[in-house]
């Protein structure tokens, strides 16, 4: 295990404005959603299981090492036999929205899905820190929303972060 992994990620957990989560993958010709609650420390774990950390650019370099949601084969599928796991669209679908909407990052198209999915209004990608606000209120509940390969957090931003739980 590494120390700086296990670290972002208890920073992060800690910190998290909810723990409630839904985790985006591709399985079958579906886009997915996972929810967790990491209150639950099994499904903590699991969460933990599917993160790496990923070096920074040169563009985001002051944002020092990055944590990310990537699970290996067997941990989508595992996360996919899940009984809370439900299909939100198609590939198909997710990759039409993304053009329509010309849609770079796939985690806002993921968040753009869950939108539509549950008929929420989607008001795009927001500045507002993990600390400090959900991605999405889902049926009154704040989520938090992690695709496939997104950047979870990074060193600068637990920094910033702890500073303001001061």
Not at 35 to 42: K, R
Not at 75 to 102: D, I, M, Y
């Amino acid at each position: 295990m590494n120390n700086k992994q296990i670290y972002l990620f208890n920073q992060y957990n800690r910190l998290s404005y909810t723990h409630l989560y839904l985790l985006g993958i591709e399985k079958d010709g579906f886009i997915n959603a996972v929810p967790l609650d990491t209150n639950n420390n099994q499904l903590k774990a699991l969460f933990y299981a599917c993160t790496r950390l990923s070096e920074p650019s040169d563009i985001n370099s002051k944002q020092g090492t990055q944590l990310r949601f990537t699970p290996c084969k067997d941990l989508k599928g595992l996360l996919a036999s899940l009984n809370n796991c439900f299909p939100v669209c198609t590939v198909e679908h997710f990759n039409r929205l993304r053009q329509l909407e010309n849609i770079k990052n796939r985690g806002d198209a993921f968040e753009l899905a869950i939108c539509e999915y549950y008929n929420i209004s989607w008001k795009g990608r927001t500045k507002e820190s993990f600390d400090m606000a959900p991605d999405l209120y889902i049926n009154g509940k704040p989520y938090q929303l992690k695709y496939y390969d997104a950047q979870i957090t990074t060193e600068l931003t637990i920094k910033n972060a702890i500073a303001r739980a001061l």
